[in-house]
């Protein structure tokens, strides 16, 4: 291999921020990291989630938000590959230990739906043993998101519809009112805990329904008000 000389001080060019799109704008929304909620929705009258705790949370790379059209390959190393839809929070404004009455006005720059796409079968066996998430939650195109609308166009969505179904059959349903933490709450906590930075992406949690998916299933998903996707589940990526 020959060592190229460049004139950045960059050992190789440096990777291009992720982008993600942002609804009728030709401008991208550049993604810094990905947060992700634990159980924020009640399953089942689950009453074992007490709303004064601070929900579990876990992170995917930057390079896991991919938008959310077109086809996803399947996963590797997983036999069990499952949907969680999800509002997510785009940070535009950053900072730490913030007061939830100002996470609206001053620091969310819009909204979207995603998918917290799980090998299920690897999270199970994490949980067992107490090792790390990651191998679970954090691989290639494992958060798919639709286009971010900014708040001027949807302001903040308090009570909204929030659905996947899965070829035409409905599988996840609740509402945005439903949640545990509301999103001022959740982003106050997750700033106490780290220094937010525009960019940033918050999965907020998914409700009962999540299920999995096969090679070949038809994905949709949204969010009312905030919006929709259909992505195609196709054959695992070829090796380079
Ligand atoms: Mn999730």
Redo the contacts with the bound molecule.
């Keep these: 291999m020959t060592l190229q000389k460049t004139n950045t001080g960059y050992t190789f060019a440096p990777l291009e921020p992720r982008t993600l799109p942002v609804a009728d704008s030709s401008v991208v929304f550049p993604v810094g990291r990905v947060y992700?909620?634990?159980r924020n929705y009640r399953w089942n009258q689950d009453k074992s989630v007490a709303p004064q705790e601070m929900p579990p949370w876990f992170m995917k790379p930057a390079s896991a938000a991919v938008p959310a059209c077109g086809a996803l390959p399947y996963p590797p190393g997983t036999q069990d590959f499952c949907h969680?839809i999800?509002l997510v929070v785009a940070i535009g404004v950053g900072g730490r230990n913030l007061q939830a009455q100002d996470v609206e006005p001053l620091h969310i720059w819009g909204y979207s739906v995603g998918l917290?796409l799980?090998r299920r079968d690897l999270q199970q066996i994490a949980k067992r043993s107490g090792e790390p998430w990651e191998a679970a939650k954090a691989f290639d195109h494992s958060a798919p998101c639709a286009p971010i609308v900014p708040v001027s166009v949807c302001g903040h969505p308090r009570q909204a519809a929030i659905w996947l179904s899965v070829n035409g059959i409905e599988r996840q349903r609740s509402d945005l009112s439903d949640l545990i933490w509301s999103v001022p709450e959740l982003v106050a906590m997750l700033s106490r805990s780290v220094a937010l930075q525009p960019g940033d992406l918050i999965?907020t949690?998914?409700p009962a329904g999540v299920g999995a998916l096969q090679i070949g299933d038809v994905v949709s998903g949204g969010v009312t008000g905030i919006g929709e996707f259909t992505v195609s589940i196709s054959q695992p990526e070829a090796t380079p």
């Design positions: 992700c909620i634990g969680e999800e917290d799980t999965f949690g998914t």
